[in-house]
């Protein structure tokens, strides 16, 4: 079956900390996944993608997502935390047939 | 850049009566798609086309139907509200018809439903 996984549904983080949001996925055939981000009151819109080459992809506001195969992850790090990265993120995984499947979110509230 | 325009940002509807959620998209994309959005669950596809008056079932069809009757053009419809229906209906669109590393989803603001 194909699946996304979030670890965290809320996560609460003072600025400058560190951050690692939890993604794992079930899927049997070509990976391709996405950390989408949506902002208090906007739309949601991608942070980063990977679709094959180097397992360690940078998004946007200095954003990354690492994929290993061997443990069916692509968690999203961002080394300090701003008062502006307070949003939900999703992980998401594209499969055959166009489909985008979706993890159910993690709410992240970084304290200034 | 791409927009996806959803007709409502907020609708309020009663039990039973037939519902019209609208979206349109000005890039020429092949693809779209109905998400809904509700909290601890993420976003949930309810249907998406891959062409004009093309359509395909995804996890959580029932209760829905849709319309592309235009490109640009992907109607969500309720047949018969229930207030399980009560949701944020977010649209998306994507450009390839095929299969490339260009493929990500844009979406609409959403539209906030509330079944009384």
């Known amino acids: 079956a194909q699946s996304v996984s979030q670890h965290n549904h809320h996560v609460i983080l003072s600025e400058a900390a560190s951050l690692e949001l939890g993604c794992n996925y079930s899927?049997?055939?070509?990976?391709?996944l996405f950390w989408y981000v949506q902002y208090p009151g906007q739309h949601l819109q991608l942070l980063l993608k990977?679709?094959?080459?180097?397992?360690l992809v940078k998004g946007i506001k200095g954003f990354e997502a690492e994929f290993i195969k061997s443990k069916f992850s692509f968690n999203l790090r961002k080394p300090s935390v701003q008062w502006s990265d307070t949003a939900e993120y999703f992980c998401?995984?594209?499969?055959?047939?166009?489909?985008?499947?979706f993890g159910a979110g993690t709410r992240l509230f970084v304290k200034a | 850049d791409v927009k996806v325009t959803q007709s409502s940002r907020y609708l309020v509807k009663r039990t039973g009566e037939k519902v019209f959620l609208e979206c349109v998209q000005d890039?020429?994309?092949?693809?779209m798609f109905w998400y809904r959005q509700d909290p601890g669950l993420g976003l949930r596809l309810i249907y998406f086309?891959?062409?004009?008056?093309?359509?395909e079932k995804g996890d959580i069809p029932e209760g829905y139907s849709v319309s592309r009757e235009k490109k640009e053009r992907f109607s969500l419809i309720l047949e018969s509200a229930s207030t399980n229906q009560t949701s944020m209906y977010l649209c998306?669109?994507?450009?390839?018809?095929?299969?490339?590393?260009?493929?990500?989803?844009?979406f609409g603001s959403g539209t906030q439903l509330s079944v009384l």
């Open positions: 086309s891959y062409d004009v008056k093309m359509k």
């Open positions: 998401a995984l594209l499969t055959g047939g166009f489909k985008t499947i």
């Open positions: 990977y679709f094959s080459g180097d397992p």
């Open positions: 890039m020429d994309h092949e693809n």
């Open positions: 998306a669109s994507s450009l390839a018809g095929e299969w490339t590393t260009n493929e990500k989803l844009f």
């Open positions: 899927y049997g055939g070509t990976v391709n």
